[in-house]
């Protein structure tokens, strides 16, 4: 059953200076809200809708079988490594896979070596699937083909952006919309000896987002 509701999430920090008095009651916030939802002042906090929110749950399930299908090819790219095989371009390619498939290993290598190769192809199949979904939701949204007519950017980056920010006017400039997705990175240090903390701080800026 649904009831005839609209729920609304506010901004409790810019509430906060629009209150007057300092003393801080639950009567005299409850007067400030009513006057503010009177007077269209209320500070809304943007949700996604229950549509979008599931959208973003292909992205995730995406992201995580893709993560997965790497854990596995990892792992068969270190019992190429292990037998003296090294290939730059990976074992994904077909002449790839066959030299792996033709390595001589002892029974249990070759039985691990065969169920990777089942999950990497289980593996392949969900990811295109799951891309084709993201390509298909992508082109319903003007926005995002927008997007994907800049250079790199695909239907998952355009996509995920588009459920992220949902409308570009809520924000005052192009930096509130990079501190609210995480790329600005902020720093807070006592102090710096010989420079070694600059460097320090940019190794590990580096090492957080090459993860």
């Known amino acids: 059953m649904e ?3 609209e729920l609304l999430v506010g901004d409790a920090a810019r509430i906060a200076t629009m209150r007057v008095r300092k ?3 639950d009567r005299q916030d409850a007067q400030l809200l009513l006057k503010l939802m009177i007077e269209d002042r209320f500070p ?3 949700i996604s809708s229950l549509e979008d929110r599931d959208l973003q749950q292909l992205l995730w399930h995406r992201h995580r079988t893709v993560q997965m299908r790497t854990r596995i ?3 068969l790219q270190s019992i190429a490594m292990n037998e003296g ?3 730059r371009g990976g074992l994904r390619s077909v002449q790839g896979r066959k030299r792996l498939e033709q390595i001589p290993l002892g029974p249990w290598g070759a039985r691990r070596r065969n169920d990777l190769l089942v999950l990497l192809d289980q593996m392949n199949e969900r990811v295109n699937e799951l891309t084709a979904a993201v390509q298909q939701e992508a082109e319903k949204r003007p926005e995002a083909q927008l997007l994907m007519t800049h250079p790199g950017v695909g239907p998952v980056t355009a996509l995920a952006f588009v459920l992220i920010i949902g409308y570009p006017e809520r924000f005052q400039c192009g930096k509130q919309i990079g501190s609210y997705v995480g790329l600005i990175p902020t720093e807070s240090s006592a ?5 070694w903390g600059t460097s320090a701080s940019r190794a590990m800026f580096f090492y957080v987002f090459s993860q």
């Open 44 to 46: 809304r906090v943007w």
């Open 85 to 87: 095989i090294q290939r």
């Open 3 to 5: 009831l005839d509701y």
């Open 73 to 75: 090819l990892n792992q």
């Open 191 to 195: 102090a710096f000896i010989n420079g």
């Open 23 to 25: 003393q801080k009651t």
